[in-house]
């Protein structure tokens, strides 16, 4: 068994964006030599998200607004996680999108139906986070 | 290590439905003969889901009576994602389901508790749309 | 191919609490003896969740406040699963929070940023509930 661990980073310019992270997870694919096993890619920080859906600008901001709706970010007296710090919104809005992927490595290859990408979701951005990939296989 | 993958089709007649496919799954991981591992299961598209939870026909209504009320499907002008689509509901509604679930493999068996169950969450169908089975293991 | 497998027990007073049981996953990694591969820790009741966040005593306040007005307890009329039983908003909490997490094993420790913790999530407590540990590697 192969096993192939790996670190990106990202540094977002706003508080919320997404990320597609794709290119970045299929190069540490092909670094690591696995052609049948899994890959996991998690988001190390919990103010932030690792999650597969479509790459469309529309979509995007559709979800930047129903996240607002179900978790907004102001103000930020509503929340307790707010004494010291203002980005308790960050955490539920990770939560809804989800921490981790697990994908299937197939051939070599990422093993996607036609319109699945990987994308980072910074919730609580302008510092520098990491992302970890982890894939296991032969 | 051993891995194996198959792909399991659906077609839903109406637009949202839960489909309990632990048959299928289980049927999967009978041809794999793994008897140790983890088996990865996922949506294929961006629309749809795989999660688990209990197969009960009124918990079936709540969820899609819960998921109306998170992201409702109409008016379609609501999302900026609906310009030549009508979907971008569905890609709410698979978010808050899941894409995809981990299950263990222990005894060449489905490593589950007393009522959990494999569903394929559709919530945008009436067309022919697939599911991944991916196990390693030994 | 080392596999380990361990069930974990837990038995919340309250009808929801969140425990924060990275110590009993960390010590189940110990016992399995892998030093590179996958974990995964999932609730095997389908009213309870594995989740990874911040050990934060406000956050989970604010988690508790945010999930009652997603899906809330009552009044119990409000969902047609409850015919007999009185949990769907937590089969719906729970799915808000996430059945499991899959985390990267790399040199016999559990591949975590800074804050991970891994917490099991009680939505339907006052009995004693498992929690399944399955570990792949080697």
Redesign the interface.
């Known amino acids: 068994?192969k096993?192939f661990?790996k670190e990106l980073y990202f540094e977002v310019k706003k508080r919320r964006d997404f990320l597609n992270i794709t290119p970045q997870v299929e190069e540490a694919l092909a670094e690591s030599g696995v052609r049948?096993?899994?890959l996991?890619c998690?988001?190390?920080?919990?103010t932030a998200s690792v999650?597969?859906?479509?790459d469309?600008?529309?979509?995007h901001?559709?979800?930047e607004a129903?996240l607002e709706g179900?978790?907004p970010e102001k103000p930020y007296s509503r929340?307790?996680?707010?004494?010291y710090e203002d980005n308790?919104d960050a955490?539920?809005k990770r939560?809804?999108?989800?921490?981790?992927?697990?994908?299937?490595v197939?051939g070599g290859k990422l093993?996607?139906?036609?319109?699945?990408q990987i994308f980072y979701g910074e919730f609580d951005g302008k510092r520098r986070k990491?992302v970890?990939v982890?894939i296991?296989?032969?």
């Open positions: 068994m096993s661990r049948e096993g899994l996991l998690n988001a190390m920080h919990i999650f597969i859906n479509d469309e600008a529309g979509l901001q559709d979800f129903w179900l978790a929340y307790r996680h707010n004494g308790a955490h539920l939560t809804v999108m989800g921490r981790e992927v697990v994908v299937a197939s093993d996607f139906g036609p319109w699945e990491r970890l982890k296991i296989g032969e």
